[in-house]
């Protein structure tokens, strides 16, 4: 079974970046596309971007110009660099390969 593991999340201020990673503990197809969503408390979990094997990304038109997502598939690894972070942008971050594997988790704090 695979399992995907989240790391890069922590307290920052508002204005200040943050670059998550998440790696695959074995290789997965690389046709499927990687996302990043997130769930504040008391909301809805929100997918924040994704990127196709052909490298197509999208964005959350809340994150557009201050997220960047990216992969490695020679590292299994999905990450997504978050840069002028809002308090709005705190929640929980998780990744998923293809909506079918799903990481735990890593909490994100954007104090103002």
């Known amino acids: 079974q695979v399992h995907l593991a989240e790391s890069g999340g922590g307290l920052v201020q508002a204005g200040g970046s943050l670059k998550l990673s998440c790696v695959a503990s074995?290789?997965?197809?690389?046709?499927?596309?990687r996302a990043w969503y997130r769930q504040a408390p008391g909301k809805q979990r929100e997918q924040v971007a994704s990127?196709?094997?052909?490298?197509?990304?999208n964005y959350a038109d809340s994150v557009k110009g201050r997220f960047t997502i990216s992969r490695d598939n020679a590292k299994n690894t999905v990450y997504l660099q978050m840069n002028s972070l809002k308090s709005e942008d705190t929640a929980v971050y998780y990744c998923?390969?293809?909506?079918?594997?799903w990481g735990q988790g890593t909490q994100v704090t954007v104090s103002s």
């Open positions: 998923t390969f293809g909506g079918r594997v």
């Open positions: 990127i196709t094997f052909d490298e197509e990304t």
């Open positions: 074995r290789s997965i197809d690389n046709r499927w596309y």
